[in-house]
């Protein structure tokens, strides 16, 4: 795995050792960032279910200005951290080694606001329902952000939840990617 652009472009992550984790290939993160745009001049990221923090270091490598990991799982903390230090992002992240459900809560009741929330949950659970379900009700994802939303090809996602609307869907093999926006006004 390596960074694909920016300011890190072709440095190397540290990949799971676990099967537990499940980095989202390259060519899959190099399409995500073709459809969201090479720049993300100071963008706030939020990355839940973070594994590596491959999304989120590559956001900051394209010039996002800060990103929240989270992960409970304590290979993936390592992980992301050791990433972070290793590419000279460590003063840009934090990282919440709670279950998402948590952070989310936590995050909500300081108020705090994403323009690009990433999101890639194990498969075969519900979970990307789940988080499309928590973010719909507004709040962490700032009007105009954008939601990436990794899931099966089988799960079907709605088209419009509540505050945000599918702007696009594209599959890598078993891997569904479905992009949504927020409302431009809150809801």
Do not use: W
């Not at 990949?15 to 960032?33: C, M, N, Q, Y």
């Not at 994802?141 to 419009?160: D, M, S, V």
């Not at 869907?169 to 078993?174: Q, T």
Request: proline residues 4%.
């Amino acid at each position: 795995m390596r960074i694909v652009a920016g300011t890190a472009r072709g440095r190397t992550l540290l990949g799971p050792k676990s099967l537990r984790i499940r980095p989202t290939a390259d060519r899959v993160r190099e399409s995500i960032f073709n459809i969201l745009g090479q720049s993300m001049d100071g963008r706030a990221v939020l990355d839940l279910y973070a594994g590596t923090g491959a999304l989120s270091l590559e956001a900051l490598s394209r010039g996002a200005k800060s990103a929240v990991l989270v992960d409970a799982d304590r290979e993936a903390v390592k992980l992301c951290l050791a990433n972070a230090a290793a590419l000279g992002f460590d003063r840009q992240i934090s990282v919440l080694p709670v279950l998402v459900d948590r952070a989310l809560t936590k995050l909500r009741r300081e108020q705090q606001a994403f323009d690009l929330i990433f999101a890639d949950p194990p498969y075969g659970r519900g979970l990307a329902l789940g988080v499309l379900k928590h973010l719909s009700a507004g709040g962490l994802l700032a009007p105009g952000g954008i939601l990436c939303l990794e899931h099966h090809k089988r799960e079907l996602l709605p088209e419009r939840l509540k505050s945000l609307g599918r702007l696009d869907s594209r599959r890598f093999g078993d891997t569904a990617v479905s992009f949504y926006q927020s409302s431009l006004t809150p809801s």
